[in-house]
């Protein structure tokens, strides 16, 4: 079905160099921990996680009448971002001599998508498509390069103030326009 929403991407930052030094069992010990700290924000603000890609996370926050309007909404998922910056940042994992420290990126936007379950011969799984999806996707990617914990569209942060700044216009991959990206202190 189709519907309005906030949508969430996010992925842990250097999960590749800590995958390759890390014993497995640590690793997924520290995922497990990582997007309890997601779950837990996401749900308590009203949005629904529909899918773990890796050390990825995409979610969504349902806009209709029974939730909110799109202020209300964009500012739940907003302060969820923010209680899960809080929440990873103070992750600590102690392995030998060392303490791994964790940062992630989040892109928020807002915008139209397909929701249900999507698949091929007896394999189904339940998620979201569409080109507001896959811009929060290319959005997402551009946290780490930005050095940014929280990133929106220029529709999002349009529609929910929170002390955005202006990062500027950036050519993003399968859009003809270049898009306009915010991001908040960190």
């Not at 309005?4 to 999960?15: C, E, Q, T, V």
């Not at 899918?51 to 996370?57: A, C, E, S, T, V």
């Not at 500012?75 to 964790?102: C, H, K, N, P, W």
């Not at 929280?150 to 500027?168: H, K, M, R, T």
Request: with cysteine.
């Amino acid at each position: 079905e189709s519907m309005n929403a906030a949508i969430w991407l996010s992925d842990l930052r250097g999960f590749t160099a800590l995958s390759d030094r890390l014993p497995s069992e640590t690793v997924v010990d520290i995922l497990n921990n990582y997007f309890d700290h997601q779950v837990s924000a996401i749900k308590t603000h009203g949005g629904e996680v529909l899918k773990y890609m890796g050390d990825g996370l995409l979610a969504v926050f349902p806009i209709d009448e029974y939730v909110g309007d799109s202020h209300e909404v964009c500012a739940r998922a907003l302060e969820a971002a923010r209680q899960t910056r809080a929440g990873v940042e103070s992750m600590e994992y102690a392995v030998g001599d060392t303490i791994e420290r964790f940062r992630f990126g989040v892109a928020l936007h807002v915008g139209p998508i397909l929701y249900g379950n999507i698949g091929g011969g007896s394999r189904l799984d339940f998620t979201c498509i569409g080109p507001a999806v896959n811009l929060a996707a290319r959005l997402e990617k551009l946290t780490g390069k930005m050095r940014r914990t929280i990133v929106a569209s220029e529709g999002f942060a349009g529609i929910c103030s929170g002390g955005w700044n202006d990062l500027g216009e950036f050519p993003i991959a399968g859009f003809a326009k270049a898009q306009r990206v915010y991001g908040l202190f960190d």
